[in-house]
């Protein structure tokens, strides 16, 4: 009886200071600021799939030059990917079909792109996605920006 009593303790502080870290890692994520909830889908077919299949919640921060992007849902440091703005291409713009609008958050805006070869698709409210194109378009002089 007191070994189930201290195994079930064990499991409650075990998932207490889990939960606690998890929070701590958006903490320190956000604090830096320049942050905004980003769905990401990478390496994505020609044409678009409605079916939400793919589709990974994260965050993403400005970082100089580049964007890196956080799996919402993971104990790492480290951002997932890193898009460097003189890589991206934004190629279309649309709103999410079909059952995509329940793997993403409410009034996403899907954004396709490529960056470096590789296609790809990130799904942010209105607001994030004027302030990523803003972002984009405010490169320093003589960089290339393709923003459709």
């Not at 303790?9 to 980003?38: E, H, K, M, N, P």
Request: net charge positive.
């Amino acid at each position: 009886m007191v070994l189930a009593l201290l195994v079930c303790g064990l499991v409650v502080v075990l998932v207490a200071v889990g939960l606690f870290v998890f929070g701590l890692r958006r903490r320190l994520i956000q604090r830096s600021g320049g942050t905004f909830d980003c769905s990401l889908r990478w390496n994505v077919a020609e044409e678009p799939d409605t079916t939400g299949k793919g589709w990974v919640y994260g965050v993403a921060r400005y970082s100089g030059d580049r964007i890196n992007w956080f799996r919402v849902f993971s104990y790492a440091p480290r951002p997932r990917r890193s898009l460097e703005r003189s890589a991206i291409e934004v190629r279309a713009r649309r709103a999410p079909e079909g059952e995509e609008e329940l793997a993403l958050l409410s009034d996403s805006v899907v954004l396709g792109c490529v960056h470096n070869g590789t296609r790809l698709e990130l799904a942010m409210s209105e607001d994030a996605l004027t302030g990523f194109l803003a972002w984009l378009e405010a490169a320093p002089p003589g960089q290339r920006v393709n923003v459709a």
